[in-house]
């Protein structure tokens, strides 16, 4: 029983050493830089060949700020292909405070500090 015991732990250390470089690869293969290299690997067949390369090393340099700036591009052009969405903003009408606008004349000894009349009345009188 112990034999048959040992080789059932073997045969799981070797089972889990298999799925351990599975999941490596699976990593290796879907990290952003080989994401990048596999779509731009077609194109290098093309006179631009040399843009793709300085490309793919900007990428392979900053692989976090390319994800970020293509996930904000992204964004932006699926808001753009809704279209607006936003509703019509309607100008609110704005009154002038009451007494804005018309110069007074004030009198320092009349009560209460009012006005006596407007400058435009003191203009034509």
């Known amino acids: 029983m112990s034999g048959s015991l040992s ?20 990593q290796n293969r879907l990290s ?21 390369d300085d490309a793919l090393a900007v990428v392979r340099r900053n692989p976090l700020p390319v994800l970020l700036i293509v996930a904000g591009v992204g964004m932006l052009m699926k808001k753009l292909a809704q279209g607006p969405r936003v509703a019509a903003v309607r100008p609110v009408p704005v009154e002038p405070a009451p007494g804005v606008g018309v110069e007074r004349a004030y009198d320092p000894d009349q009560p209460g500090g009012r006005p ?8 034509t009188a």
């Open 116 to 123: 006596t009349r407007t400058l435009t009345e003191e203009a």
């Open 7 to 26: 080789d059932l732990e073997k045969d799981i250390e070797a089972s889990r050493a298999r799925l351990d470089e599975t999941i490596d690869r699976i």
């Open 32 to 52: 952003p830089v080989n994401l990048v290299d596999e779509m731009l690997g077609s194109a290098r067949s093309t006179p631009l060949n040399s843009v793709y």
